[in-house]
């Protein structure tokens, strides 16, 4: 049987890993937000096992789950880097995810669907049967690729030479060694960035307008700038922790950034959300692991919650693109006790089960390489991490009758806690056969072909969870349903105020901002009136007269759901409207763009023909200068053929000149004439001197 194999892999796996348990050296972690200095890496934890081991613990149901994803930061970042870096990034398979705004995380709910987690089967145990997010879900959701390299690598005592080469010697700057993990800090400080959170109230586009400012790479490569950012992006959204630090082995996967992109980055990010979700997980008030995927896996199979589908978006890839989350703290509050309620009463028949069908594959790149991996039994490796999917119990995700099977309890395979070892291993070459097993592709999962239905599998499932599913409080208490009626009352409430603040926006005294005001003040009325009956219905509740209060809370539904029917109808039309002036304000910015361009060009060309003005004036001077010159040559030689013709008429007096054949006079001495000036000379020397002279501004010309 299959199973038996599984059992033999996992058996020679654990062997191994209590040969490891004699040089483990690693302790409970800590929180982070308490220091900047040196913390011991031994001191953290990676694991869903290991929760804040010294905190006390809070009473069940008090305090508050917190997720230690920092989304806005990472988005804000990446694109605040230069172009060409965002391309490399995205080559390493990260540039859908990155592309994906960051939304609010519904923390009742994730916290609601924590709980149920089966640490056994690796699966969330819901009144509909076993639930897994599979790869398909990863390859939809996050365009994460999910076929390719097994994401393992070497394990080292100490990465401090590795830090130093890959990062920067900045990062290990006084610390101790060996050096095991890095301080998530540190790597937002290195680009300005540190202690950057965005506001409960502040846009996101001013968020990243502040981060684009306050963003230095100071003189780093484009590789090691890249290295940083992906460090943080591992640390602080792929693979989050419940700590301040991450484990340097994940740097290291950074060494060859081409070699990156062959990694299967979402079967990854999946296991090492398994690991992070066990079932004793309601001592600890944090979690790690890419939640929002988790908060979008459930909206698609069991819409609830306060995600929405967005008009306009239904191309978006990936599909995390098309949801939003309203951040309203009316709707944050809400008791996890709700959601937990909700989830018990949740009606099967509209869970779904095949979410994607009418997607076509060519519109997501993730989906038509890793296909072939959605109907296999796998394990999933992140670093020294091996989680199953166990395919075979959510066969109806792909389309499938469920039929009745043992729920495998193999625990976990593999090790999920940080382990640091006196001597540098190699995982991947220590558990071959999991690796092999990984690139074979799994197993494939066999379809049963002669059941009509799932109720084979459903009777099974309801003996085995009985207790957890709380079968015997499928009916609603009164006081919990009137608190769910103004859950949603209140999700409404907020939907309206968002309405409201983006009618303000348009335009003054438009009939169309009358029309959606008067529709929003009417929805606002009919929301006060439901709130009233509400408040009436539990007051009624003390009379005793059930069948009353069910009918009338029967009828108040129904007018809820009318009503919101026609909030919806109002809200799409308020939407088309903000969509039509948005195109309007787009024209009108790309208008202004090019009058801007133009005039750009125009001063361009100004400055150019001035240029060009003062190269032919230096022209038309050089040339005049050149004509004085040729001028001033000329003078000479006719003033020397004029001394010529004086002397000889001097010489006709001249007794010393023999004419005719006579005796030579004596010639007269010249010793004591002094010499003629030569004037030539001068003038040359004086053009020369007037060349080399700084030549006047206009300023000072036109005084002149």
């Known amino acids: 049987m299959r199973t038996r194999e599984k059992r033999t892999i996992t058996r ?14 690693a302790t409970a972690g800590e929180e982070e937000e308490e220091a900047v200095e040196d913390v011991p890496e031994g001191d953290e934890t990676e694991g869903g096992d290991e929760m804040e081991a010294e905190a006390p613990r809070r009473p069940r149901g008090k305090g508050r789950m917190r997720s230690r994803v920092t989304w806005d930061l990472c988005w804000a970042w990446y694109h605040a880097l230069p172009e060409a870096q965002q391309a490399q990034i995205a080559r390493m398979g ?16 994730l916290e609601a669907l924590r709980e149920r987690w089966e640490e056994d089967c690796k699966a969330f145990i819901m009144p509909w049967g076993h639930m897994i997010p599979t790869l398909e879900d990863v390859a939809y959701l996050t365009g994460l690729q999910v076929q390719g390299e097994p994401v393992v690598g070497l394990e080292r005592r100490d990465y401090y030479d590795d830090i130093v080469e890959l990062l ?6 006084g610390r101790r060694r060996p050096i095991r993990s890095i301080l998530l800090g540190s790597l937002s400080e290195a680009v300005g960035l540190r202690g950057r959170r965005r506001g409960p109230l502040e846009s996101l586009d001013k968020f990243y307008a502040g981060v684009r400012g306050a963003l230095d790479l100071g003189d780093r490569s484009e590789e090691r700038s890249v290295r940083i950012f992906a460090s943080y992006l591992f640390g602080r959204l792929l693979f989050a922790t419940q700590s301040s630090q991450m484990n340097c082995k994940f740097v290291l996967l950074l060494r060859d950034l081409a070699q990156a992109g062959r990694y299967a980055w979402g079967a990854a990010m999946l296991g090492h959300l398994f690991s992070l979700l066990p079932s ?49 703290p009316r709707v944050t509050d809400r008791r996890v006790g709700d959601v937990r309620v909700a989830l018990d009463h949740y009606p099967h028949d509209q869970v779904v089960w095949t979410p994607y069908v009418g997607e076509a594959d060519a519109s997501h790149p993730a989906v038509a390489a890793g296909r072939p991996l959605f109907d296999r039994h796998l394990l999933l490796l992140c670093l020294g991490t091996c989680e199953v999917l166990y395919l075979e119990l959510v066969v109806r995700t792909l389309g499938w009758h469920q039929p009745a099977i043992e729920v495998p309890s193999l625990g976990r395979e593999g090790h999920s806690r940080r382990r640091f070892f006196a001597e540098d291993r190699d995982w991947g070459a220590d558990h071959g056969s999991t690796v092999a097993y990984w690139r074979d592709g799994g197993e494939q999962v066999i379809r049963v072909t002669d059941l009509q239905d799932s109720s084979a599998y459903m009777e099974d499932y309801q003996a085995r969870y009985a207790g957890r599913l709380r079968l015997d409080r499928r009916v609603m208490p009164e006081t919990q349903a009137i608190r769910l009626l103004e859950g949603r009352l209140a999700e409404q409430e907020v939907e309206l105020t968002r309405h409201r603040a983006e009618v303000r926006t348009l335009p003054a005294g438009g009939d169309l901002a009358v029309c959606l005001q008067r529709a929003l003040d009417r929805a606002e009325a009919r929301v006060r009136e439901l709130e009233e009956q509400a408040r009436e219905i539990g007051a009624q509740r003390q009379g005793g007269d059930v069948a009353t209060l069910q009918a009338q809370m029967e009828s108040l539904r129904l007018e809820l759901e009318a009503w919101i029917s026609d909030l919806e109808a109002e809200r799409r039309t308020m939407v088309t409207a903000m969509e039509e002036l948005r195109d309007d304000r787009a024209t009108m910015r790309g208008r202004l763009l090019e009058a801007r361009e133009s005039q750009r060009k125009a001063e361009t060309a100004r400055s150019r023909i001035a240029a060009d003005y003062e190269i032919l004036k230096d022209r038309v001077l050089k040339k005049r200068r050149e004509q004085q ?18 002397d000889d008429i001097v010489s006709l007096g001249d007794p010393s000149v023999v004419r005719g054949g006579g005796l030579p006079r004596p010639e007269a001495s010249t010793a004591s004439r002094p010499p003629l000036p030569d004037r030539r000379r001068e003038r040359e020397e004086e053009e020369v001197s007037s060349s080399r002279r700084p030549r006047p501004s206009e300023g000072e010309r036109r005084e002149e």
């Open 12 to 25: 020679g796996r654990r062997q191994t890993e209590e040969e490891e348990e004699e040089v483990e050296m």
């Open 94 to 109: 990260f540039g859908h995810l990155l592309s994906v705004r960051p939304f609010h995380l519904d923390v009742p709910y």
């Open 168 to 173: 920067g010697p900045e990062f290990v700057a």
């Open 280 to 328: 004793n997980s309601q001592r600890s008030q944090s979690t790690g692991g890419f939640t929002p995927f988790l908060q979008i896996w459930g909206y698609t199979r069991f819409p609830m919650g306060r995600g929405t589908l967005v008009e306009g978006r239904q191309m978006m890839v990936p599909l995390m693109t098309r949801w939003e989350v309203t951040p309203d």
């Open 629 to 646: 010159r040729q001028a001033q040559q000329g003078t000479p030689a006719r003033t020397v053929s004029a001394f010529a013709s004086l």
